[in-house]
């Protein structure tokens, strides 16, 4: 059982839901392996990934652009992981492999993205919070940034949690 945490402070989470979590993200979830998605900061508030650019990934190749499909669904991923994020502080009186099977209904519902800039770069950043997490669907924004900061997309999603 996980031990009481004070609710005025973001819960932190044990180092088996952390693990369980990259597993899932990083390996389960094969596209996000294809796409290189991988995880740098997980906290209640907002999570953070990076995407290393890689031949496989471009999308218009005179520029050596990100092709709009790897943002689309980089920040689609991203909207899904701030939300399991989300379930998982929301139930911390739980066991860690109990929060983590909680995940299994979760699927996007609707996804909008903006491209405000093209996709130029090494390495890409991206970050994504819950706006409302409800009973039966959260609401979600998410950004995609170069690696000098600027951001290049922007997104807002909606997932179904039950």
Do not use: W
Not at 42 to 66: C, K, Q, T, W
Not at 71 to 99: C, F, K, N, T
């Amino acid at each position: 059982m996980t031990p009481p945490q004070d609710p005025a402070q973001p819960p932190v989470f044990e180092p088996e839901f952390v693990a369980g979590l990259k597993s899932i993200f990083e390996d389960k979830i094969v596209f996000n392996r294809v796409l290189g998605l991988k995880i740098v900061d997980l906290s209640p508030e907002r999570v953070r990934a990076r995407i290393d650019m890689r031949p496989e990934l471009v999308g218009h190749f005179s520029y050596n652009r990100i092709h709009g499909g790897v943002i689309s669904a980089g920040l689609d991923a991203m909207g899904g992981l701030a939300v399991m994020v989300a379930i998982g502080a929301r139930h911390m009186d739980e066991p860690p492999g109990q929060r983590l099977h909680r995940f299994a209904k979760l699927g996007t519902i609707d996804l909008r993205v903006d491209y405000l800039r093209p996709g130029i770069g090494e390495h890409f950043e991206l970050s994504a919070e819950v706006m409302r997490l409800g009973s039966r669907v959260a609401s979600t924004r998410m950004e995609f940034r170069g690696a000098d900061g600027k951001l290049l997309s922007c997104g807002s999603g909606a997932y179904i949690v039950s």
